[in-house]
């Protein structure tokens, strides 16, 4: 079984906000915008952000406030962690291992490591799929 | 933690547009009147505790201690096919069967999950016809089940998960009317059974942990307005408006989940009321009323005129939401319930009005000190008390000492028989939360662990003298128990409840097990005894789901198990 480090940060996710860091941000709405600066994409957010409203909201809320508070939480440098809390479904939370793909799951946890405050960095599907 | 999804593991098929319409009109339905249900013939099974007081026992008396090891299988009938309950990619549970079959001279009504009620011949399982409710598509059902339908002159009603309540012709199983009790989208869902009193359907709804307002409503039968709505949670200037600081009573939470019982000789509807959100009691300082209270109301107006707190300020998500069971002892009108909290309330009901009479724990409570001995009040030990910030561990877990399902009682010997869970406690600390409509609003996270005398047991049914308060036998489980419980004057106790699928028949004086059978699915539906044409029937429907599959969850990562509960979903008969 895996231990979660949270200074553990995936090998690709970090080249690609190193590569990105300082591009202009996508023009999104303010409140839900990508924090600090690391870009993600407008599109990669959106998606994210709709796939988040969809499946997530009703347990931590629009502004991650609610349930395991997302926004401001530390645990979400680690996105192996995110990734797999989302596949595994710890404690009450649902499983989403079967009924999400790894497109889907990674865009989520960009979604949540680069909205309300957080900013780390985006996460590709690839990812997801190792940690199946 | 690894979970089965429920859309793999069983063979639902989508209903791409309306049910075929086989439909065939019952002839000759006996309508249900107030005098049928304020004294129901023996055979029949018209409420959900078959009779107003909600002692669950059938007067029945062909099937007795001395032959219940010959029940055979009169016949079955699976559930489906279900329709697709959510567009939502994955249900926080799986659905179940969670209502008793009703039977009104030789008519069985049976509900699934998916709201769908069916009407069906009692003695043989032929189908008269099926009725569905249709849901929103992006609703996400935390709690898919649906508690059973409500029998009033020639109708059936039945409260839904998008907040409503329909009415249904019980002959033809055409919609009657629709009436909408709350936003669904803000957290208000419903799963009980209605309640009907002289031509008013009484519904509560669900949604203590999205911060809803809680309510009681009462509809006219033959229209569907709306004649009354009492909140649970009263607002500054009502009645205990001054046990909530500011705006807290906003999103009290205090949801109705279950069906309420009827106290014919006093015309008052008791209800229960569940935990206040949220779950955290120093977010809300005050008693909190009428959270994890009993109320009765005026069936005709909705006015509160009693009620009973059983802990004030919680901080457990002990739900007080199973009315209390009541009976006629020794000529004192008592009303008895065994809380979520451990502890069993013998209260007095004289003229309607709530008193304390006794109280002590049925299981290990570690929360209490003592119920103060003329009011019942508990005194809470500090260190049990989560608060903001604030850790605590605490027996029972939050599933509590008893949930949701029924208890029976054996008035003839004043015994009551009923499903309990012991050896889990919980742990919560509380965190700052944002209220946000229909969004979890808790406070807090959600831990149990099974103890370590869980290796011995952790289910059990129990048998108390009510007279004494004193338990007459105990029948341990190694699994959890969430059977609601039948007793029958031929001195039988049924109860299903384990996730070994068992569906077991116990001597009601000894505890002796003299009948079981293993069926497809664990049960967690009421069973229920009828009769046609002289023979008594037994029924019970399988479909293991919900709270039962959550509490297994948690026992499992506690004890590095992984238990599989086979599903069911199917309506079994049984008789001699």
């Known amino acids: 079984m895996k231990t979660w480090s949270t200074a553990l940060i995936s090998a690709p996710a970090l080249a690609l906000s190193v590569g990105l860091a300082g591009l202009p941000q996508g023009g999104v709405a303010a409140e839900n915008a990508p924090s600090g600066d690391v870009a993600i994409p407008a599109e990669v957010h959106a998606q994210g952000e709709k796939l ?11 502004k991650g406030t609610s349930g395991k508070r997302l926004s401001g939480n530390k645990k979400l440098v680690d996105a192996d962690y995110v990734a797999h809390v989302i596949l595994v479904g710890p404690g009450y939370m649902t499983p989403f291992a079967e009924h999400l793909s790894d497109e889907e799951i990674a865009l989520i946890v960009t979604y949540v490591r680069n909205a309300w405050g957080n900013a780390y960095g985006p996460v590709a599907a690839e990812d997801v799929a190792q940690l199946r | 933690m690894k979970r089965t999804s ?7 098929v989508v209903l791409a547009a309306a049910l075929p319409v086989q439909a065939d009109n019952i002839a000759d339905y006996t309508p249900v009147t107030a005098e049928r249900l304020a004294a129901p013939e023996e055979g029949n099974w018209l409420l959900t505790r078959r009779t107003y007081d909600g002692q669950a026992h059938s007067p029945l008396t062909e099937i007795t201690t001395g032959n219940v090891a010959d029940l055979k299988v009169a016949w079955s009938l699976p559930t489906g096919p279900y329709a697709k309950l959510s567009d939502f990619a994955a249900l926080p549970a799986r659905p179940a069967h969670q209502a008793p079959a009703l039977v009104n001279n030789g008519v069985m009504f049976m509900t699934t999950p998916d709201q769908q009620i069916i009407a069906l011949d009692a003695a043989s399982g032929e189908e008269h016809w099926r009725f569905r409710h249709d849901l929103p598509s992006d609703i996400i059902p935390v709690h898919p089940t649906n508690r059973g339908v409500a029998l009033w002159e020639d109708k059936l009603f039945m409260a839904t998960l998008d907040a409503k309540v329909v009415a249904v012709s019980a002959v033809t199983g055409e919609k009657l009317w629709e ?7 803000n957290g208000y869902y419903s799963t009980l059974a209605p309640l009907v009193v002289d031509g008013v359907v009484m519904a509560g709804t669900s949604g203590g942990e999205f911060g809803i307002r809680g309510f009681v409503q009462g509809f006219d039968a033959n229209t569907g307005e709306s004649l009354w709505k009492t909140y649970t949670i009263p607002s500054p200037k009502e009645p205990g408006g001054d046990t909530w600081p500011g705006d807290t ?10 069906t309420g019982n009827y106290d014919v000789k006093n015309g008052l509807a008791m209800w229960g009321v569940g935990n206040a959100a949220p779950w955290i009691g120093d977010m809300r300082p005050g008693d909190n009323l009428y959270t994890t209270s009993t109320i009765g109301l005026d069936p005709k107006t909705g006015e509160i005129k009693t009620h009973f707190q059983y802990h004030p300020n919680g901080n457990w998500d002990w739900d007080e939401v199973v009315p209390p069971t009541l009976m006629e002892l020794d000529g004192q009108d008592l009303a008895v319930r065994f809380a979520r909290n451990g502890w069993i309330y013998k209260l007095d009901r004289t003229d309607g009005q709530f008193s304390f009479v006794d109280g002590r724990p049925y299981v290990y409570q570690d929360v209490f000190t003592e119920l103060n001995s003329e009011t019942g009040r508990p005194s809470y030990r500090y260190e049990k008390v989560a608060g903001t910030g604030k850790r605590a561990s605490f027996c029972p877990s939050a599933w509590g000492g008893r949930d949701w399902p029924g208890d029976a009682y054996n008035p003839g010997t004043a015994t009551l028989f009923i499903s309990v869970n012991e050896n889990h406690c919980g742990s919560a600390e509380g965190a700052v939360v944002e209220y946000e409509p229909g969004v979890l609003y808790l406070g807090s996270g959600l831990e149990m662990y099974p103890t370590e005398d869980a290796k011995d047991h952790i289910g059990a049914l129990q048998a108390w003298d009510i007279r004494t308060l004193k338990k007459k036998w105990q029948v341990n489980f190694k699994m959890p128990n969430w059977g609601p419980v039948l007793s029958t004057e031929g001195g039988v106790v049924f109860v299903g409840g384990t996730g070994d699928a068992m569906f077991r028949a116990f001597d009601a004086e000894t505890g002796d097990m003299l009948w079981s059978r293993e069926m497809d699915g664990g049960i967690i539906a009421p069973p229920t005894s009828f009769e046609v044409d002289g023979k008594q029937y037994i029924a019970v429907t399988t479909g293991w789901g919900v709270d039962g599959d959550r509490f297994q969850g948690f026992i499992d990562a506690g004890m590095g198990t992984e238990t599989k509960i086979p599903q069911g979903g199917t309506i079994w008969v049984f008789a001699l």
């Open chain 2, 249 to 258: 009573w906003k999103t009290g939470g205090g949801s109705v989940w279950i």
């Open chain 1, 52 to 62: 988040y409203k969809k499946n997530c909201r009703f347990c931590h809320g629009t």
């Open chain 2, 6 to 12: 429920w859309l793999l593991a069983t063979s639902f």
């Open chain 2, 179 to 185: 009436a909408t009790m709350e936003n669904w989208e």
